[in-house]
């Protein structure tokens, strides 16, 4: 029996995700900024937002229970139906 774990993909060749389907964990990043460091700031839903150390800028978001607050029922075994899920969070970023 196969069975995944993760999957990683980019967003409109701008923005990079790595969900980890086993802890129900999506991370969002600016493909070109996935190695700036960066700070996180706790946003009021729990999501953490991913900001530039010197500029403060926005380039990255981390949502723990990702699936459990915005999914429902079972996540997609699709891996085009998990990219239309995961879509609307990576615009929020990449706007």
Known sequence: MVSTDTIEGIVDG?????????NDVLYLRLADARSTPTY??????????????DTDQP???????????YGSGMIPDSIRDLEKT???FARKIAA
């Open 59 to 69: 380039v990255g978001l981390t949502i723990v229970n990702w699936w459990k607050k």
């Open 40 to 53: 996180a700031d706790e946003q009021p839903d729990g999501a953490l937002l991913l900001r530039v150390l």
């Open 86 to 88: 995961i879509e609307p």
């Open 14 to 22: 701008r923005l990079w995700f790595h969900l980890d389907i086993s």
